[in-house]
């Protein structure tokens, strides 16, 4: 499947490719890292989904990285590392401060945005996952918020998205515990489980007719997307997580 790249660049280790149907492609591209952020990714991103918002021509975005170890393993840690040894601490602020706007824009975001969730899924990828409306996984997915193992406290929102958990956030956010595609979406962090390949779940949204749904945009890949997952049923874990108790 081929895409026609974007005539603006926003970052060497960032694709951005048009596809028909006003889909845009977004994909992360430092498998090296695992996909991680740092300040200059976050701020490209930033820019990206900015110019997506006002534009007219473009109705969903779907963003996924360039292999299936990953999605994003979180923020770029030894990079922030160093700026502070290296006494650059205002660059590391900066870091902070694009990717908390970039997550505020997307959980406020206008048009639907899907993210592949495959491979690790960490803090900052966290993040970005659980700011999007379509949050897909596969059965290679692995989520968590392991700030607290580097003595941080989870970022990125983590603090709404674990505590709407109730006690399995909290046991979550405090041991930095990794959850399965079958427990993140019993829990609600994943919208859907996907068992089938990428590239064919990405042709079925690219495909959606768009005059089918009168109800909108978000029924529309709503409606697409439970039928491409809908033989998936994964075992519902807690089935009254309000219940749980921690001892």
């Known amino acids: 499947m081929t895409y026609s790249p974007l005539t603006k660049t926003y970052h ?3 694709i951005v490719e048009e596809a028909h149907n006003g889909w845009r492609i977004v ?29 007219d021509s473009v ?7 360039t292999t299936p170890k990953a999605f994003c393993a979180g923020g770029d840690v030894r990079k922030l590392r160093q700026l502070v040894i290296n006494d650059e601490v205002a660059a ?11 997550d505020l824009l997307l959980h406020n975001y206008a048009k639907p945005v899907l993210v592949w969730g495959e491979g690790y899924v960490m ?3 966290l993040g970005l996952f659980m700011a999007a409306p379509f949050r897909l996984v596969t059965p290679y997915s692995r989520l968590a918020m392991p700030e607290i193992n580097i003595g941080l406290y989870p970022d990125v929102g983590a603090t709404r998205f674990l505590a709407d958990r109730g006690a399995i ?7 930095g515990s990794i959850m399965t595609a079958a427990g993140a979406y019993g ?9 089938a390949q990428r590239d064919s779940v990405l042709d079925k949204v690219i495909n959606i007719d768009w005059d089918h749904y ?23 874990i807690c089935k009254k997580v309000h219940q749980l108790q921690l001892h």
């Open 12 to 14: 060497p280790d960032l």
């Open 27 to 55: 994909r992360l591209n430092r498998p090296k890292s695992l996909h991680a952020l740092d300040e200059s990714i976050a701020s490209a991103l930033l820019e990206v989904f900015q110019d997506f918002h006002t534009d």
């Open 59 to 65: 109705k969903a975005i779907w963003l996924d990285s």
């Open 92 to 102: 590391a602020n900066k870091f902070f401060e694009q990717e908390y706007a970039l």
């Open 123 to 125: 803090g900052g990828g």
């Open 169 to 175: 956030g909290l046991f979550t956010g405090l041991t």
């Open 187 to 195: 829990i609600g962090w994943a919208t859907h489980i996907c068992d």
């Open 214 to 236: 009168p109800a909108g945009d978000f029924r529309a890949i709503d409606e697409v997307m439970r039928a491409v997952t809908g033989c998936v049923k994964p075992v519902k």
